[in-house]
């Protein structure tokens, strides 16, 4: 069983750095794929950000490339995203997420975080 708890989230004004952080549990936390996804009131749950094992590939959702960036590191176990420059439309609960294996095309994720409130203000 895989436990994920992000931490980082908070309000912040329009164009600001806000960073967010998931602390992973177990051994093999190298071996998953990691990704952020966020949820605002009323909307779908959307992927945000995908990063492979060693962090050598990432993938994101067009909305926020350019301003967010995930990363991970292997010896403690987290996966961050900065999030840059940010809007009010990116306003949301934000979720880190894991699966097994590598392929990063597929938003079905098989671990959850219990998500982390940013609220952006204008």
């Known amino acids: 069983q895989v436990q994920l708890v992000e931490s980082g989230g908070g309000l912040v004004q329009a164009g600001g750095p806000l960073r967010l952080s998931c602390a992973a549990s177990?051994?093999?936390?190298?071996?998953?794929?990691m990704g952020w996804f966020r949820q605002a009131p009323g909307k779908e749950r959307e992927f945000v950000a995908a990063?492979?094992?060693?962090?050598?590939?990432?993938r994101y959702l067009d909305a926020v490339k350019g301003r967010f960036t995930i990363s991970r590191d292997n010896t403690k176990n987290t996966v961050s995203l900065q999030l840059n420059s940010l809007k009010p439309e990116d306003t949301a609960v934000y979720f880190c997420?894991?699966?097994?294996?590598?392929?990063?095309?597929?938003?079905?994720?098989?671990?959850w975080g219990q998500g982390t409130q940013v609220t952006v203000s204008s």
């Open positions: 177990g051994r093999t936390f190298s071996s998953y794929v």
């Open positions: 997420a894991a699966k097994p294996g590598m392929n990063m095309m597929t938003n079905k994720y098989d671990y």
């Open positions: 990063i492979n094992w060693n962090g050598g590939y990432t």
